[in-house]
DNA sequence: GGGCACCCCTCCACCACAGACAGTC
DNA sequence: GGGACTGTCTGTGGTGGAGGGGTGC
């Protein structure tokens, strides 16, 4: 049983919005983003199946699973795995394909709407498509009557209307397909540190993808997938950190170079491509610890500390994982921000309140004022 | 469309001093 | 180790000025 629905918290999970860093079933997925113009460009794609947490990335068609960057190459580190096992990439998509639609997005699934069990991520779709019947996205070798798959996509593909697309016309479900390293849209939607990895086991994945399928591997864009967020993103890390350093306090001068300001969680959330120089590892971390003086760092000293049970194969992998706890304790936080001015010595205020000033600055006791808040009309 | 003046708005330094805080004896 | 003492730093609010954006000519 995965990670349950964020937003129903009924139906498990089937998807995943880094925009919204939500997963979310299939039902929800197409309420939440059919709501407004900007919320149908969301990227998602499908949840790993097995941390359930990270977007998938690649399909590994021995194990019949979806996995994200890290269990891909957690479950595929040996060598023997490595070669034996075909990946097949994950594409995202955006808007609200059909079931069709997503059947050509993924091609390794298919739909389902009646017989399969509604544990496995069914679909009750609401306002303008309460008259779709439910849908199932499953294996596709899970499902046995591909004429009935077909029969009900094409109802579905006429319940959507003339501007659906033709599920066989690669040209026409192409603008909803979109290779996932190439997002670039999402860096500018909200923090997400977990949106693009460019560290070594990013590029050890696309060696793999590479010695597995190679036809493939270029189909999809090959190593220029790898450096059109690398260069973009490492851009945007100078930037970041060169904001950062005007407010660098003398600790966080004694870091590292590379994006040596992390004493602010903006400032680390947003050299989100450089994982490694950005973010601390365990027994090595470059944030000080937590102490409870710096109660800023509080999300990070988790990232220490926090442990995912499942998912601790490699020290690597663990220090991936533990980051989206992270990610999403500074999300949290961000959401409670409070940008009113809070009084953190009431007596000062108290004091400042009743303090004679000459022109609204303070002036010394006995000296002649313009201004007295327990005398508004006089003037000395 | 570019240049200029004007208005409006936002942001920030300024001030004194009580209290917090760190260091020393 | 704990108290007393000393020096330094912080934060509090109203105001004016600087600077940026918008508008009209």
Sequence with gaps: MGKLCDFCGEQRSMVCCRSDAACLC????????????????????LVCERCHYQPAVVRCIEENISLCQNCNWSGHASPASATAHKRQTVNCYSECPS?????????????????CDREAGSMILEDGDESLPELQLLPIDHCTEDAAMDSMASDIEQIHGSGSLNPLSPKACSPRIKHHESIH????????ISDIELGME?????????????QQYFENGGIDSLFET???????????????????????????????????????????????ACMSRPGQSTLPPNNGDHPEYEGFSMVVMEEYPHYIPYPENQFLASRDGAVLRYKEKKKARQFDKKIRYASRKARADVRKRVKGRFVKAGEPYDYDPLEVTSTH
Excluded at 202 to 214: K, Q, S, V, W
């Design 99 to 115: 079931a069709a639609e997503f059947s050509r997005i993924w091609s390794f699934f298919s739909v389902d709407q009646s017989s």
């Design 202 to 214: 990013n590029c050890e994945a696309h060696i793999d993808e590479f010695l597995d399928d190679p």
């Design 230 to 276: 690398g260069n973009l993103c490492g851009a945007e890390c100078n930037v970041e950190c060169a904001h950062a350093a005007k407010g660098s306090s003398p600790q966080s001068e004694t870091m590292q170079p590379a994006c040596s300001n992390q004493l602010s969680t903006d400032s680390i959330t947003s050299c989100k491509s450089d994982q490694n």
């Design 26 to 45: 299939l039902s929800c997925d197409r309420h939440v983003h059919s709501a407004n113009a900007l919320s149908k460009r969301h990227l998602r794609t």
């Design 185 to 192: 849209d999402t860096l500018y939607e909200d923090f997400d």
